[in-house]
T-cell receptor, first 114, second 114 residues
Framework: DTAVSQTPKYLVTQMGNDKSIKCEQNLGHDTMYWYKQDSKKFLKIMFSYNNKELIINETVPNRFSPKSPDKAHLNLHINSLELGDSAVYFC?????????????FGPGTRLTVL | AQSVTQLGSHVSVSEGALVLLRCNYSSSVPPYLFWYVQYPNQGLQLLLKYTSAATLVKGINGFEAEFKKSETSFHLTKPSAHMSDAAEYFC????????????FGTGTRLKVLA
């Protein structure tokens, strides 16, 4: 069974479109995250939710809106896509919000904006 | 503020040779430190973590890392490289309070030569 899954795996779209990426974890974790990995492999956190509550909201354009309908799901909606949004987006989860806790990563969604 | 510096974006070793990947951190509080591995087109997987217990930490696949406070380092080593070790390796730091967010280094791509 996949622990953290994301759909779709690949997403190719035109500038200006709106798209969503879905994430689900079956680990029973309380905390979920979205990361962006750019073309140079630099990985940066975007959002963190704990028990469906937004904890971390980095300096991300407000075109990006996360939604957590329940603890097992954290979706990412992106409005008015731009070329610079092209990246790999990773969802992750951890048992709770605490230091020294392992995060479990999904396989990533490669977004290409044309 | 916390930060991580990984020296060497690319490291090449021969199969059977010692692997040494360098990570230095900056933190105003006792840090938690992690090494993650990313195989091509996959998500990140935890290799090992330091959480203020033993300074020499053993991880999966024969990797280990030593926390050296005086040098603010957490270098990753493996005595004998295997072809399957070829991947991207990320060092990360998180704090002991607050949002506990991970700060990742820029990654080191390990190439293993036959």
């Amino acid at each position: 069974d996949t622990a953290v899954s994301q759909t779709p795996k690949y997403l190719v779209t035109q500038m200006g479109n709106d798209k969503s990426i879905k994430c689900e974890q079956n680990l029973g974790h309380d905390t979920m995250y979205w990361y962006k990995q750019d073309s140079k492999k630099f990985l940066k956190i975007m959002f963190s939710y704990n028990n469906k509550e937004l904890i971390i909201n980095e300096t991300v354009p407000n075109r990006f809106s996360p939604k957590s309908p329940d603890k097992a799901h954290l979706n990412l909606h992106i409005n008015s896509l731009e070329l610079g949004d092209s990246a790999v987006y990773f969802c992750a989860s951890s048992p709770r919000l605490a230091g020294g806790i392992e995060q479990f990563f999904g396989p990533g969604t490669r977004l290409t904006v044309l | 503020a916390q930060s991580v510096t990984q020296l060497g974006s690319h490291v090449s070793v021969s199969e059977g040779a010692l692997v040494l990947l360098r990570c230095n951190y900056s933190s105003s509080v006792p840090p938690y430190l992690f090494w993650y591995v990313q195989y091509p087109n996959q998500g990140l997987q935890l290799l090992l973590k330091y959480t203020s217990a033993a300074t020499l930490v053993k991880g999966i696949n024969g990797f280990e890392a030593e926390f050296k406070k005086s040098e603010t380092s957490f270098h990753l080593t493996k005595p004998s490289a295997h072809m399957s070790d070829a991947a991207e390796y990320f060092c990360a730091v998180s704090g002991a309070s607050g949002t506990y967010k991970y700060i990742f280094g820029t990654g080191t791509r390990l190439k293993v030569l036959a």
